[in-house]
């Protein structure tokens, strides 16, 4: 147990490396994340893939998928990676408690697509949760693409979601692995905690561990903190539980640079600042020669200028002003003075550029109707639309299959006028991500309150929130 509990108000300790689901931190897209699997896995979308770095949440996501999904829907957790082809086939027929000979792998297979073929008529579902997908065989993915195919002529009978490194995508990009990448309908990135998102994510786990006075650590820490720890939540659970302890230790109920400073000099993953590095280096240079030591001296402190959470803006010199040159007018002659005439109104700068324009037009709806209409007017709709107008988000996807965006379509318009609906493909490093979007309103607010007006299904599978057409040009 943390020494400093009592010291600060908590009830627990609130940065905890182990998942606790009641520590589940929705900011940073992480509750957009959730929301998008549960309705994959309850819509039949096949196999789905999340990819993070070591230390950014994955299993964590994992555990509240687990404890969100409705009671019809039946979860297999696999957390072994070192399964052979015919060991993970067993160990899913194993949690179904299904009885079978194992001499024969198609008799499992038979077996275990008559269990769920049972399953599906009572109305229930199955999808297996696979941990650590990146170190697994080969031979053992190209099984999990054959359980995939389990289906009857119109239903997946198995839902897989792969959790992995970002190892796992260099594997799917291997020859041998394109079938299974073809699979995939969802792919997911638990990407770093900026700054600000790194200090909601301290205010939030202190509050779930029951402090309740004003925010502890500083904004010059919480800075310091999220740098060291490249955005990762789990180093940054290591660095925040360090500074409190060292708040704690001096008998103060704040954490500021110093105490964050302390906890990045006691950890092994942090590399040290240039604040913290020897000044061997510049003595040898020093010694190389006046000279040289005072013109690196001069390069380098504009540099260090910049390390300060609060930069100061730079000196700007202004130039003298020109000679000015001899009136041209003068040799005119002078006319009567006429009314003016007003100006013609000035075009409206154009809203998008020409290579958003370019980056827009390079995705292709291919044969689907739906979504080639829903592109036209979506562009229409961000060439028109002021900087402070809103629209509803409803998901962001890695997948960009455009017969994926069409079904996604049909389905919308049976809940929703489908006129409403917006589609903005987001080009990055030569390919896209899908932007799902719902209604135009007038500011945030309006938003916000259409949002709570959508169908239950909606606000059940997607965190809503309220997104300017700024932000969306912004993306583009």
Not at 193 to 220: C, H, K, W
Not at 385 to 391: K, Q, T, V
């Amino acid at each position: 147990m943390a020494l400093y509990l009592e010291h600060f108000g908590l009830r627990e300790p609130p940065f905890r490396i182990t998942p606790h689901t009641d520590f589940f931190f929705e900011g940073a897209d992480r509750g957009a994340t959730l929301d998008a699997l549960l309705y994959a896995i309850q819509h039949e979308e096949g196999i789905v893939k999340v990819v993070g770095e070591v230390g950014s949440g994955k299993t964590l996501l994992c555990r509240v998928l687990i404890e969100r999904l409705p009671k019809n829907v039946e979860t297999i957790y696999l957390a072994n990676p070192s399964f052979t082809r015919d060991e993970i086939l067993y160990a899913v027929a194993e949690e179904l408690k299904i009885e079978f000979s194992r001499e024969r792998v198609t008799i499992a297979l038979r077996a275990l697509q008559d269990r769920l073929i049972a399953s599906y008529g009572k109305g229930q579902r199955t999808v297996i949760l696979i941990d650590e997908a990146h170190a697994m065989p080969e031979e053992t993915l190209e099984q999990v693409r054959l359980l995939s195919n389990i289906e009857t002529s119109r239903h997946k009978l198995l839902q897989i979601v792969l959790f992995g490194q970002p190892e796992l995508d260099e594997m799917l990009a291997l020859p041998g692995m394109r079938q299974l990448k073809d699979r995939i309908t969802h792919s997911f990135r638990m990407r770093p905690l900026s700054q600000v998102e790194a200090s909601n994510y301290l205010t939030f786990r202190m509050r779930a561990a029951g402090y309740r006075g004003p925010d502890i650590f500083a904004p010059e820490a919480v800075a310091l903190i999220a740098r060291a720890a490249d955005g990762l939540s789990r180093r940054i659970n290591i660095l925040a539980d360090k500074a409190l302890l060292s708040a704690f230790s001096e008998g103060t109920h704040a954490v500021s640079t110093r105490q964050a400073r302390a906890a990045i000099a006691d950890s092994e993953f942090a590399p040290r600042s240039r604040a913290q590095r020897p000044v061997a280096a510049f003595a040898a240079v020093g010694a190389a020669g006046l000279a040289l030591g005072l013109t690196l001296a001069w390069l380098l402190v504009p540099r260090e200028a910049a390390a300060p959470a609060t930069p100061t803006a730079p000196a700007v010199r202004t130039p003298a002003p020109a000679a000015e040159p001899a009136p041209v007018v003068a040799a005119v002659p002078a006319v009567p003075a006429v009314p003016a005439v007003p100006a013609a109104p000035a075009a409206p700068p154009a809203l998008l550029q020409h290579e958003q324009l370019s980056r827009l037009a390079g995705y292709s709806a291919g044969r689907n109707p739906l979504l080639r209409a829903r592109l036209e007017a979506t562009r229409a709709r961000l060439e028109a639309e002021p900087d402070e107008r809103y629209s509803i988000d409803l998901y962001i996807s890695d997948n960009s299959d455009a017969a994926r965006v069409e079904r996604f379509l049909m389905r919308a318009r049976d809940l929703v006028p489908l006129d409403e609906v917006f589609v903005v493909p987001v080009e990055s490093g030569g390919r896209y991500r899908i932007w799902a979007l719902y209604g135009v309103y007038p500011d945030h607010e309006a938003a916000r309150q259409a949002a709570q007006r959508l169908p239950p299904k909606y606000q059940h599978a997607f965190r809503t929130e309220p997104r300017s057409f700024a932000e969306l040009r912004r993306a583009l």
